[in-house]
């Protein structure tokens, strides 16, 4: 699933990804990055498995800067992804019916 909406929806917030030493903490640099495990072949995963990540977070996401483990940055993916999901759903950009 894809949506402008979500993406769009990032701009201006907060950085849920919050990864120590590596955040830069500034609202403007966040965008919706995918956490998804198929990226890493070029795939992106659904919007649903993406976080609101300033641009330093989305760096380690993505492995460009490499400060910590893959799996200490994946266990942080999980707590992110609940963090902006929950911003999501109460944008109402995401429902339960």
């Given at each position: 699933?894809?949506?402008?909406y979500i993406t769009e ?89």
């Open positions: 699933m894809r949506s402008s929806s990032a701009k201006g917030e907060e950085c849920q990804v919050r990864i120590p030493g590596a955040c830069n903490g500034n609202p403007e640099t966040t965008v919706l990055a995918h956490v998804g495990k198929n990226r890493e072949r070029g795939i992106k995963c659904d919007d649903t498995f993406a976080v609101f990540a300033c641009s330093s977070c989305h760096d380690e996401i993505d492995r460009r800067m490499r400060l910590y483990p893959n799996e200490q940055v994946t266990t942080v993916n999980f707590e992110s992804v609940e963090r902006t999901q929950r911003q999501i759903f109460e944008k109402r950009l995401l429902h339960a019916d």
